[in-house]
């Protein structure tokens, strides 16, 4: 597969080529672990109302780009209330951890509702994962990285903890490449972080400093303002 859905576009490769990728801010917001964790709590209660349907697209198009085998470990970063911890296959072992107390019981509960044995839920930071090194053969963030104060930090122990030759796969929304729109993006990112997230995470800037080379990016959701970013850990 291409990189971008419309391969070979010479502003793509400018794009996540810029000369100041390695150094540039990600996003005008700050948030720390507390805040993003009661904002959370609050949510719990209505989140697969407000994100779930709505967001579910790109969740199925990510679940193909893992390319699962029976057998394979997978982590989810960010469970939330355990939305695609019922879309694995049951022949893989899925760890799911989150930071938020409220979201984890909401997976739980899920997951005992369905009978998801295959499926073991933790409390943990994303930023400080307990697992040893090269413990997963997929490790995949859906909807997370624009939640965290440091995207790079967790990155890193994403690619820490999958295995040489395992996929990282992060389904996001990122800053658009749209002049208009990023600046939109950037003066409303101070509120959203209410509601969960930071709305001008720069995508190329991300990727560059958590050195993650992608194998595709697609578009996904409606309207089409989220990315699906399939790596391959080196
Ligand atoms: C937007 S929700 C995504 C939930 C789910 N993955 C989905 O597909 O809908 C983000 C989740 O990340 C969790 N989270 C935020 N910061 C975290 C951190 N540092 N470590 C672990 N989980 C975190 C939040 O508590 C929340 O449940």
């Not at 989140?47 to 779930?52: E, R, S, T």
């Not at 193909?64 to 893989?92: F, H, S, W």
């Not at 909401?106 to 997951?111: F, M, T, Y």
């Not at 995470?201 to 409606?222: C, H, R, W, Y």
Request: aromatic content about 6%; some cysteine; hydrophobic content about 40%.
């Amino acid at each position: 597969m291409a990189l971008f859905e419309q391969p070979g576009r010479r502003s793509d490769e400018d794009y996540l080529a810029s000369s100041d990728v390695a150094t540039r801010a990600l996003s005008v917001t700050v948030v720390e672990n507390d805040f993003v964790e009661g904002v959370y709590d609050k949510l719990a209660n209505v989140y697969d109302l407000a994100f779930g349907p709505a967001l579910n697209p790109g969740r199925l198009r990510a679940l193909k780009r893992m390319q699962l085998l029976p057998g394979q470990r997978i982590l989810e970063v960010g469970v939330g209330t355990g939305i695609n911890a019922t879309l694995y296959p049951r022949d893989c072992s899925i760890v799911g951890i989150d930071l938020s107390p409220s979201m984890l019981e909401k997976a739980r509960q899920r997951c005992k509702r369905r009978d998801a044995s295959h499926v073991r839920l933790l409390s943990m930071d994303a930023a400080a994962l307990t697992f040893p090194d090269r413990s997963f053969d997929v490790v995949y963030a859906p909807y997370l990285i624009s939640v965290v104060p440091d995207p790079v930090k967790v990155a890193l122990e994403m690619r820490r903890v999958c295995r040489r030759g395992g996929r990282i796969v992060i389904l996001n929304h990122f800053r658009s490449r749209s002049p208009l729109l990023s600046r939109l993006e950037r003066a409303i990112s101070p509120l959203t972080k209410y509601i969960g997230f930071k709305a001008d995470l720069d995508m190329p800037a991300f990727l560059a400093q958590a050195g993650l080379t992608p194998v595709s990016i697609e578009k996904v959701n409606v309207p089409r303002i989220w990315s699906l970013v399939t790596c391959i850990n080196e």
